[in-house]
Every structure is written in structure tokens, then in C-alpha cells.
């Protein structure tokens, strides 16, 4: 699968790319870069966040402070425009909740586009479902969360989690999906709306 690495400007994660992940490093996000040795494929932005030098020999996209969108939202139109088939956020976590919730957003958007949208740190690992039918590998030591990112979802079965439910609904505003289990692999699956996969290492 076609994914764009895309490096935001959050708390500092481990990036982790994987062999043919084209990466774009937002803003700050050059910086996360630069501290693991990574050289990105593409850097984008404003930067408003980020003051140093930049590299002669990566592309750079360069726009304005007063524009529409964040620097992780162009860079995901971007990546949809070049046919991308999936997205993953680093560094995307911490810092302002503004910037996160506008982050979770952005994923919401790429999934409206087709495309499979994830973020992950140490702690927590994201992901925008659309309807469809999924198999969520056993996790020990973490939460499972699931959240509605539209009006309803419908048609939703859980099974191999600590509470299991058959064909049931999230309407908004709801906590229903908040800190299910891993009992096992999970089976996911569900008719209409848009969910987000929310996975959290858990205390000892």
C-alpha cells in the first residue's frame, strides 16, 4: 500500500518508517526528523514553529500563516492528491488539545477520501475506521476505545472484547465505546458512519 509518513509538529515520538513510506515532515515536525536522522521526502508548512535552516537538497512547500488549513491538513491534501492510500501521523500527540483535536479531524477527513488514516506514539495508537469488517491483534496491557466521529453508527458487533455487543449503535453525544479490553484478538465490524480506534497502554 501507497502511505505518506507525515511528521507533525506535537511532542516528540520515535517515527519508525517502514520500507517505501514517503515522508513529509511538517513544520516542527523537521525537526523530530533531523533528531532521528531522518531525511524527509518533502517538508511543508508555514513555519511558524520551526525557524531553522532547511535542507537544499529536499523539496520544500512553503505557505502562509493566515491560511485556511493546519500544516497536517495540506499536507494530508497533498497526499491525496499524489494518490496516497494511507496516511500515519507521528508526533502528532501532546502539546495544545486544539492542535490534537484538529489532528483527529484531519484524520477524519483522510478517511473520507478513501484513505486509511493512523497515529501512534510509546502510549497510543489512533485509527479512523469507515464501515467494514476488521481484526484488531490482541494488545496486551491496553485499553480499547471506541469513539463516533459522525452523528450515528450503526450496525456495530464486537467480539473477543471484554464487553461484547451485536448489531448495537453509538449516537452522539455518547462514552458507551470508552475503555473496553482486549480479551483476545477483536473482531470489529459495522454498516454506517465513522468510528475512531483508540488504543491505550495502561498503567501498572
Partial sequence: MKRCLIVAGGD?????PEEGDFILACDKGYAWCMREGIVPDLILGDFDSYSGALPEEVPVLRFPIEKDDTDTML???WASEQGFEAVRLCCCFG?????LLSNVETMHYAATLGMEAEARDENTYLRVLRPGRYTLPYREGQSLSLIALTEHVKGLTIRGAKYEVENAAL??????GQSNAFVSDVNLSFDSGVLALVCCR???
Fill in 12 to 16: 516528540y515520538a520515535p517515527i519508525e
Fill in 75 to 77: 499536507a494530508v491534501r
Fill in 95 to 99: 502539546g495544545r488539545l486544539d492542535h
Fill in 171 to 176: 449516537h452522539k453525544p455518547t462514552t458507551l
Fill in 202 to 204: 495502561l498503567e501498572d
